[in-house]
């Protein structure tokens, strides 16, 4: 079982719709949850992160974490084209070497015009 | 703009050379990560040095190896270079528990 799993896509939205990103994690003792975004031939930028279960707003972005269910996702509110990218999630343990980001292998995103 | 800055940027080797890739943290960050990114691929944890100590490490070979210095900014050195070493070389810096920022990558080919 891969630690953090993605599904790969590519997701396609119009534009102007919600793009809903998802992120399983076998780990249960993982304590911290991160989004980035990566565009082709670029360096990963991070978009948001969460420590608590619930929601988390910021902006057009919202994360979601169930620690219950070993899930994290990302919303993506009136989608644009430039939000067209690959979305990596990655997970944090909390202790020791496990403080090392475990990181999916991403999901592709189009948002069409 | 991160404030971490890598070079070089783009570098090509041959199978059996070295190569030494260089990375400045961002100001007030004493933790530097190194991922090798292969086309495609979600970034793999090379090593992580935590005020000039390494502080984990992934699944990598001994001839990937790395230096932190005192002003926190780092090298990567990889020794025997193999065709499979081609990759984005993504250097991250953060506080021991925060969030990574990553400089633009080091893109090494190797023929």
């Known amino acids: 079982q891969k630690e953090v799993e993605q599904n790969s896509g590519p997701l396609s939205v119009p534009e102007g719709a919600i793009a809903s990103l998802n992120c399983t994690y076998s780990?249960?003792?993982?304590?911290?949850f991160f989004w980035y975004r990566q565009y082709s031939g670029k360096s990963p930028e991070l978009i948001m992160f969460?420590?608590s279960n619930g929601d988390k707003e910021d902006g057009r972005f919202t994360a979601q974490l169930n620690k219950a269910s070993q899930y994290v996702s990302l919303l993506i509110r009136d989608s644009q084209p430039s939000d067209s990218a690959t979305y990596l999630c990655?997970?944090?343990?909390?202790?020791?070497?496990?403080?090392?980001?475990?990181w999916g292998l991403g999901t592709s995103l189009a948002v069409n015009p | 703009e991160t404030g971490v800055t890598q070079s070089p940027t783009h570098l090509i080797k041959t199978r059996g050379q070295q190569v030494t890739l260089r990375c400045s943290s961002q100001?007030?960050?004493?933790?530097v990560s190194w991922y090798q990114q292969a086309l495609g691929q979600g970034p793999q944890f090379i090593f992580q040095?935590?005020?000039?100590?390494?502080?984990g490490r992934g699944n990598f070979p001994p001839r990937f190896s790395g230096l932190q210095f005192p002003n926190y900014s780092s090298e990567l050195n990889v020794n025997a270079l193999e065709l499979d070493d081609s990759a984005l070389y993504l250097c991250?810096?953060?506080?021991?528990?925060?969030?990574?920022?990553f400089g633009e990558g080091s893109r090494l080919t190797v023929l």
């Open positions: 040095y935590y005020r000039e100590e390494e502080n």
């Open positions: 100001s007030g960050h004493n933790t």
């Open positions: 991250a810096s953060s506080l021991i528990t925060g969030e990574l920022f």
């Open positions: 990655a997970v944090r343990g909390n202790a020791g070497n496990n403080r090392k980001l475990i």
């Open positions: 969460i420590y």
């Open positions: 780990d249960r003792g993982s304590q911290s």
